[in-house]
């Protein structure tokens, strides 16, 4: 399967942009990027996902690479309820050898300061 | 409705009980999928379920068994578990995995086997 690599941890101040960097150097053409967060005590939320394209949503944007061998996960003014463990994951798309999987790597845990 | 619902949220049993965790959508998902997160570690992949047919399992051992007895139920059978086996066991759901699409999770059940 292929894997992601984030940083362990990252700190913010509130109000400011995050950038939540992502590499994933072994995604095959029908990997889609994702991303999920995990707030204490929680399951995992949906965030954004994207194939080529840059996406944004209301939570977030998706910024990625040319290559597709890296991503970034922007937050435009993070909120003290931003703070979480932020996973990137490679979501096999039809035809790939990871089909149907959803594969969690370490995340980053994000710290919001006030 | 978005919403994955699993029950119990708390369940403690015995090494020679038997007990069974369910996990309920009604979003028309036709993929399931149980994880398992252990203390300040990612999700793992358990099984995935696609069309109420097992397509996925990582290896898991036989005393977790997994049932998928209609397109909004999915069932996880416990027997002769181990006090490793204690963790958090979070199910979700999303359309077939080929659309790229998001999963939803729910909240999960946190086991305690004594």
């Known amino acids: 399967d292929a894997k992601t690599t984030q940083p362990n941890s990252m700190e913010s101040n509130e109000e400011e942009p995050v950038h939540l960097p992502c590499n994933h150097s072994t995604i095959s053409g029908t990997d889609y990027i994702h991303w999920y967060r995990q707030l204490p005590s929680q399951g995992p939320e949906y965030v954004i996902h994207g194939l080529t394209s840059n996406v944004n949503n209301r939570m977030a944007s998706l910024a990625i690479a040319e290559d597709r061998k890296s991503s970034t996960l922007i937050l435009h003014r993070a909120t003290l309820r931003d703070a979480a463990v932020y996973y990137c994951?490679?979501?096999?798309?039809?035809?790939?050898?990871?089909?149907?999987?959803?594969?969690f790597g370490q995340g980053t845990i994000l710290t919001v300061h006030p | 409705d978005t919403e994955v619902t699993q029950t119990p949220k708390h369940l403690v049993m015995g090494m020679t009980n038997k007990k069974s965790l369910k996990c309920e959508q009604h979003?028309?998902?036709?993929?399931m999928y149980w994880y398992k997160q252990k203390a300040k570690k990612p999700p793992e992949l358990m099984f995935v379920?696609?069309?109420?047919?097992?397509?996925i399992n990582e290896s898991v051992p036989s005393r977790f068994s997994p049932e998928c007895p209609n397109s909004s139920l999915l069932n996880l059978h416990l027997h002769a578990l181990q006090p490793e086996d204690s963790a958090l066991y979070l199910c979700?759901?999303?359309?077939?995995?080929?659309?790229?699409?998001?999963?939803?999770f729910g909240q999960g059940t946190r086991l305690t086997v004594v």
């Open positions: 979700a759901s999303s359309h077939p995995p080929g659309r790229g699409t998001e999963a939803f």
């Open positions: 979003m028309g998902h036709r993929a």
């Open positions: 994951i490679l979501r096999g798309g039809a035809g790939g050898t990871s089909y149907g999987k959803l594969t």
């Open positions: 379920y696609s069309y109420e047919k097992l397509s």
